[in-house]
């Protein structure tokens, strides 16, 4: 309670030094110290068959990425989130296949935004666990380093660390990917409903970095999920989630099950994962409801993983609705 109450008198006292040099006052102030999510969606972005429509898809990252940075043109606005002269890692989801998984049209898009903000094709690697699960997914597998990789842990040259990393109750071994290919990650889940852990988003996709991640599906991915995104080894270098939710699943996932596809149109981006899970947990649990379906929480699937992210231990984000500054456009 001191802590809030210290952070109070601070907010307030910079917003009356500010005094008529600004119009910002306490409530922007204390404002800026939420964490930042944008849900950006677009009706139309499948067409009548089902397909996306790639264009609108770019459009609609241009817009989400412009009102997360206050960034009118998508190139400024990529510069405020991605440094030149690193190598970026795009961590997909290729779990589910082609319907579930994220999309083709998505990461060309941010492929072609951040070479437009200036990183070379050879700086830019979409990753994941599995070589197969790229390519149900719809990608083309690709090694040479002039040129954007596309490459998963099993193939040839890269595998996991030998030695294993720790934090709390999680000991794992990275794919080598992460630990040396990459400077800076940005991170590309699906949001899905999720047998266990309740949903699956942001920080749960780094799973798929990891050589068993079935040992950390005990007791609803809880604190497995908060644990693993707190080593340094990965913490360090994820900085930003662009979230499809272009297509999910409400019920059944992670895997695909057409009777409980949904298009919910949206992209969901920012910094904060726990934030991201969180925004995306209660986009499932209104689809649920409007499908009559129970919460997950009484089908015994609890997203406790986001309260343990969030606390004192892990401080990974925060899962208080107070402390989100949720922009949906």
Same mark, same amino acid.
């Given at each position: 309670?001191?802590?809030r109450?210290?952070?109070l008198k ?8 500010l005094?008529t040099?600004?119009?910002l006052g ?12 944008v ?9 009548a068959?089902g ?7 770019? @459009?609609?990252l241009?817009?989400?990425?412009a009102?997360y $940075?206050g960034?009118d043109?998508p ?5 405020r989130?991605v ?12 779990l589910g296949?082609?319907?579930i998984a994220t999309?083709l049209?998505?990461t060309?898009?941010?492929c072609e ?11 830019i690697?979409?990753w994941?666990c599995?070589?197969s699960?790229l390519?149900r997914?719809?990608? $083309? ?7 954007i ?11 996991f660390?030998e030695q294993?990393?720790?934090?709390g109750?999680?000991r ?6 992460l630990?040396?290919e990459? @400077?800076f =990650?940005?991170?590309?889940?699906v ?10 988003f ?11 991640p079935?040992?950390?599906?005990g007791s609803?991915?809880n ?6 995104n707190c080593?340094p080894a990965?913490? @360090?270098?994820f900085?930003?989630?662009i979230?499809?939710a272009?297509a ?12 409980h ?29 409007e ?8 089908t ?6 986001? =309260?343990t992210?969030?606390d004192?231990k892990?401080n ?14």
């Amino acid at each position: 309670m001191n802590s809030r109450r210290e952070f109070l008198k601070t907010a307030a006292t910079g917003a009356m030094l500010l005094g008529t040099q600004s119009k910002l006052g306490l409530a922007e102030l204390l404002d800026q110290q939420k964490s930042k999510v944008v849900v950006a969606r677009d009706a139309e972005l499948h067409t009548a068959g089902g397909h996306l429509d790639e264009k609108r898809v770019a @459009d609609l990252l241009d817009r989400a990425i412009a009102t997360y $940075t206050g960034r009118d043109k998508p190139i400024e606005a990529w510069k405020r989130i991605v440094p030149v002269g690193k190598v970026i890692g795009l961590k997909i989801n290729g779990l589910g296949g082609k319907p579930i998984a994220t999309h083709l049209a998505l990461t060309l898009a941010v492929c072609e935004r951040l070479q437009q903000a200036g990183v070379k094709p050879s700086e830019i690697v979409v990753w994941e666990c599995r070589h197969s699960d790229l390519e149900r997914a719809g990608y $083309t597998i690709s090694t040479d380093r002039s040129r954007i990789r596309c490459i998963g842990t099993d193939m040839d040259g890269f595998g996991f660390e030998e030695q294993p990393a720790a934090f709390g109750s999680v000991r794992v071994n990275f794919t080598k990917i992460l630990t040396r290919e990459c @400077d800076f =990650v940005i991170n590309l889940p699906v949001l899905k409903d999720h047998d266990l852990a309740g949903v699956t988003f942001s920080l749960k996709n780094f799973y798929g970095a990891i050589q068993r991640p079935a040992e950390l599906h005990g007791s609803a991915c809880n604190p497995g999920i908060a644990d693993l995104n707190c080593i340094p080894a990965l913490r @360090d270098k994820f900085r930003f989630t662009i979230g499809d939710a272009t297509a999910s699943i409400y019920e059944g996932g992670p895997q695909f099950h057409p009777e409980h596809l949904w298009y919910p149109n949206a992209l969901i981006v920012g910094h904060d994962p726990v934030a991201i899970d969180y925004t995306g947990w209660k986009i499932v649990e209104r689809k649920r409801a409007e499908m009559g379906m129970p919460t997950l929480e009484s089908t015994g699937r609890p997203t406790t993983f986001l =309260v343990t992210a969030a606390d004192a231990k892990h401080n990974l984000g925060t899962n208080d609705p107070q402390r989100i500054h949720l922009m949906e456009i």
